[in-house]
């Protein structure tokens, strides 16, 4: 790709783009929220046509005007939200609107043959015959990477492919990664953890404000000068942790039970504190949150804030007894998307500008804008739609609705998933400013170095259980954690 | 300049079916325009101010059917002129032949007549008659003048617009908030009936023809706290068992139009007493309205202030956005849509009071598609059938865009299948605008 404009109405989403992929080789393309990224991507695939450019795959002009051309010039893209039809299984999944077909009619068989073949050269096993909807995530990817291979793909793009896999998945995703270089097959890898693409890339293209700033092999980068080339400034400290004054015990949680999600958990977090919990997905993490926040309904287990016993049976209860839940996936639970900024904000808060059911709309305002300002919200105006908001700015609508609700204790779910560096670095900071104040945090990550860079004390669960505490995170390292975490396994 | 743009869209978005509203109603006002005869009182008045130039001892004949209109018009001016010191009055009331027969014997009598003032509609008959009577084909004959005006704006047939309109307007409160929640409720026209009769019924049972007021206040109530019950049931149904809104409704649709038939067996129940069509028929004394459109009226201020001002209706608006965001920010997602069925049952079981008002009986028939007319009135005002957005006057709106089609196409006689198609296409047009609304707004998501 050579020279990629494009413009849409009001903003230059690219200028002068170039990108350059050889066969066999993973290349990561990084860059914050807005950078253009998925653009350049979209155009890649056909789904935009570009101002400006050109577009050539092994020296021919492909001409890319729809997605049908780009599939049949051997470029597959798999995106976050799959492309697969749930009711179908893998191997109709496979060969969708390919189908091996005699004399009009398809053949089970040897599409079976094939799809089976298709996953033995990734060295899994899955039944071509499940319907997707029962398949685990990675195995819906792998699907997807089956049905890219079948299509003779020989550009593959996988946006933020690891974000919703275990550690164990994404290990799986990474040796079928190196077994489609070794095949030739070229891959475009994006992601907002760091870590990964040291693991897997072999060069990085890095983007901001819809440029190309550069594109390096990665044994010649560090991750503080990948943060600086995706930022343009320097990040002294990407995680700026000051540790507050910590208090009396705020938050008790006891023998927390939940049927196949939660086994006997308690522990406490005291004022001040920000107790984080690691674990691989699947370990219980975010459901023991819910159980807390009084979203799912518990087998056992009580819960003591500031000493006192506190009935919690739904997240009403909890957000009047002053506990507070930012959920990890903000846009199925945490916003009601359709709304305005405002609207979402005031949520749970209405009463507080309520005089018998009547909103006093004007306090109500005045308060929004308090936050917009303390907070550094981006918004047009406040009644923007949160739909069109980036996830930074959407995390903080999130943040500022549980702060106007004045709750002591604050449970974030991967506070960060979905959100650059920047954005991240501003949540980072206002967890520490909670914490001077005495709010209790817990704060839920996959993020190893996020944990260690930001907690005053770390919990390991395993498979609904607590598997080890870590007192000193200073002297923790990423090894420990992870051994913690798969305990059982090792 | 792009904070204008915005406001501007966002008022086009709020309003648009608003400005096509109005382009109807002038639409049909243009294709209505003609010349009115002026009838009954209001006839009577304008000859009188036509004849007050006049020399107060003409003798004066009024000629007139003898309809209510005509009889009010031959009253009025006779008392009009009869104020005014007119002496020699005759009044002649009835068909052609009898005020032949009875002009005749005034020919006969060589009365003196000065003048003849009849009705614009009575007049060409009457100015026959005279000329076969050689002693009065020399009498002028008056009218009162017409005026050219659309028939569509007269203020009767305005009338008829809202009282076309109330009951499905009235409905079509409770159906936009359940359609905000991202809901549905079909039951709504079997409940029209089963109110009508239920209420019809009751009265008939405690008084019939001679039960009072207050007795048919208590059976109205008492039916509309039925249609609530029915709303709370398929409420129940949805939150406690998960049952799709569609489906839940559907089946209390049958299960309340059967009930309409049981109750009634089958037959209309008239068994009520004059006073029980004060609701439907009743003028209140505010602008002459009837107390139908009035209660609608008041129906959608306390509607749109509980959507915009209340935490009840921003509840009812995150329901249908997210219901899950919803619960988890503590808002009580089952109470809520509880509350939306509960309303659309009992605004039906109200239409059914109002609709078995202006009728002044009650059938198991009543009612009948309703629901469509209602949820097409809150699709037309802009309410997403995905829930989560919708406006209360928008579905005012909505309802007097269909009622004015209709009427508006009964003036310019179009045929009844004909207005079926139009309707439908009206609808899916609304829809359309909808979608090509929305389409445009995920448009400039992407470029942001």
């Not at chain 2, 009835?94 to 009575?122: C, F, H, M, Q, R």
């Not at chain 2, 605004?347 to 007319?373: D, F, N, R, W």
Request: glycine content about 8%.
């Amino acid at each position: 790709m050579n020279g990629i404009d494009k413009a849409f109405p009001g903003v230059q989403a690219l200028t002068g783009v170039h990108l350059e992929l050889f066969e066999g080789e993973v290349l990561a393309l990084l860059g914050e929220n807005g950078a253009g990224k998925s653009t350049l991507i979209k155009i890649l695939s056909g789904v935009y046509q570009p101002d400006s450019g050109t577009i050539s795959i092994q020296g021919n002009d492909p001409h890319i005007h729809n997605p049908i051309d780009a599939q049949a010039a051997g470029v597959a893209v798999i995106y976050q939200e799959f492309n697969l039809a749930p009711c179908l299984s893998a191997r109709e999944n496979i060969f969708l609107g390919r189908e091996k077909t005699r004399s009009g009619f398809f053949s089970r068989n040897e599409e079976s043959r094939e799809a089976l073949d298709l996953f033995s050269r990734m060295k899994v096993s899955i039944n071509p015959e499940t319907l997707c909807r029962d398949l685990t995530v990675a195995q819906q990817q792998i699907t997807e990477i089956a049905k890219a291979l079948h299509a003779r793909g020989k550009i593959l793009v996988m946006d933020e492919p690891s974000a919703t896999l275990t550690t164990q998945e994404v290990r799986q995703l990474f040796a079928i990664i190196r077994d489609l270089k070794s095949q030739g097959i070229g891959v475009i890898y994006i992601s907002h953890r760091l870590e990964e693409v040291f693991e897997i890339a072999d060069r990085v293209m890095v983007m901001r404000d819809g440029r190309h700033i550069a594109t390096k092999p990665v044994r010649e980068l560090t991750r503080e000068l990948l943060i600086e080339m995706m930022v343009g400034r320097k990040i002294e400290n990407e995680f700026p942790k000051v540790p507050a004054a910590i208090g009396a015990e705020r938050l008790i949680v006891k023998n927390m039970s939940r049927e196949g999600a939660v086994k006997n958990i308690s522990f406490s977090i005291r004022a001040g504190e920000i107790l984080g919990i690691a674990g691989l997905v699947g370990a219980g993490r975010t459901e023991l949150a819910r159980l807390i926040f009084g979203a799912d309904e518990r087998d056992s287990g009580e819960i003591l804030l500031d000493g006192k016993r506190v009935d919690i049976r739904s997240p009403l209860n909890a957000i009047r007894a002053g506990i507070c839940l930012l959920t990890e996936d903000r846009k199925a639970q945490g916003l009601v998307l359709g709304l305005g900024a405002r609207e979402n904000f005031a949520l749970p808060n209405l009463s507080h500008w309520a005089r018998f059911m009547f909103i006093n709309h004007k306090n109500e305002k005045k308060s929004f804008a308090g936050f917009v300002n303390n907070l550094k919200i981006k918004v047009a105006h406040e009644d923007q739609i949160v739909q069109t908001l980036s996830g930074g700015n959407q995390q903080k609508i999130v943040l500022a609705k549980w702060l106007e609700a004045n709750s002591r204790v604050i449970i974030f779910d991967e506070p960060t998933r979905g959100i650059d560096v920047g954005a991240k670095y501003e949540i980072y900071q206002i967890m520490n400013e909670l914490a001077s104040q005495g709010k209790a945090i817990l704060m839920i990550s996959s993020e190893l170095p996020e944990i260690l860079g930001m907690c005053d004390r770390i919990l390991v669960m395993h498979e609904g259980a607590l598997s080890g505490e870590i007192a000193n995170v200073s002297q923790a390292s990423q090894e420990e954690i992870l051994s913690l975490a798969m305990a059982k396994q090792a | 300049m792009i904070q204008k743009n915005s406001l501007f869209s966002r008022f086009l978005s709020n309003y648009g079916m608003l400005f096509i509203l109005i382009l109807l109603c002038v639409f049909f006002s243009i294709m209505t325009l003609s010349t009115q005869h002026p009838e009954g009182e209001k006839a009577a008045r304008i000859l009188f101010s036509e004849l007050a130039s006049r020399d107060k001892n003409a003798a004066i004949l009024i000629v007139s059917k003898s309809s209510r209109e005509d009889a009010a018009f031959s009253d009025t001016l006779q008392s009009l002129l009869k104020e005014a010191g007119y002496q020699s009055l005759e009044i002649v009331k009835g068909d052609p032949a009898s005020v032949k027969n009875s002009l005749e014997k005034l020919a006969n009598e060589n009365a003196s007549i000065d003048l003849i003032a009849t009705t614009s509609n009575y007049a060409p008959a009457v100015s026959r008659i005279r000329e076969n009577l050689p002693s009065l084909s020399s009498v002028s004959l008056l009218t009162p003048k017409s005026s050219k005006w659309p028939t569509f704006l007269l203020a009767d047939n305005l009338m008829n617009v809202a009282n076309q309109i109330v009951v499905i307007a009235i409905i079509a409160v409770g159906m936009t908030m359940v359609i905000i929640t991202a809901g549905i409720d079909l039951s709504v026209g079997s409940l029209i009936a089963l109110s009508a009769v239920v209420v019809t019924w009751l009265v008939g049972r405690s008084g019939g023809a001679g039960a009072s007021f207050f007795i048919i206040t208590l059976c109205s109530f008492a039916a509309i706290l039925l249609c609530g019950c029915i709303g709370a049931f398929s409420g129940f149904m949805i939150t406690r068992f998960r049952i799709p809104p569609f489906i839940a409704t559907l089946g209390m649709m049958q299960v309340a139009s059967g009930f309409a038939y049981i109750i009634s067996r089958g037959k209309p129940i008239y068994d009520v007493p004059d006073t029980f069509v004060w609701l439907g028929r009743g003028k209140s004394p505010f602008l002459a309205l009837p107390w139908a459109v009035l209660l609608m009226i008041v129906i959608y201020a306390i509607a749109h202030i509980i959507m915009t001002r209340t935490t009840l209706g921003r509840h009812i608006y995150a329901v249908g956005g997210n219901p899950e965001a919803a619960r988890l920010s503590g808002v009580r997602v089952n109470r809520i849509l509880l509350f939306v069925y509960i309303t659309c049952g009992a605004m039906a079981g109200l239409g059914g009071i109002v609709t078995s008002s202006q009728l002044k009986s009650g059938a198991p028939t009543y009612g009948l598609m309703y629901e469509l007319y209602v949820i097409a009135s809150v699709v037309v005002g802009g309410t997403s059938l995905s829930g989560g957005e919708g406006k209360i006057l928008g579905t005012l709106i909505g309802a007097f865009i269909i009622a004015v089609i209709q009427n508006g196409m009964n003036l310019t006689n179009v045929e009844s299948y004909t207005q079926k198609v139009v309707l439908g296409f009206v609808i899916l047009g609304a829809v359309l605008l909808d979608m090509l609304k929305k389409r445009g707004w995920r448009r400039r998501k992407k470029s942001a």
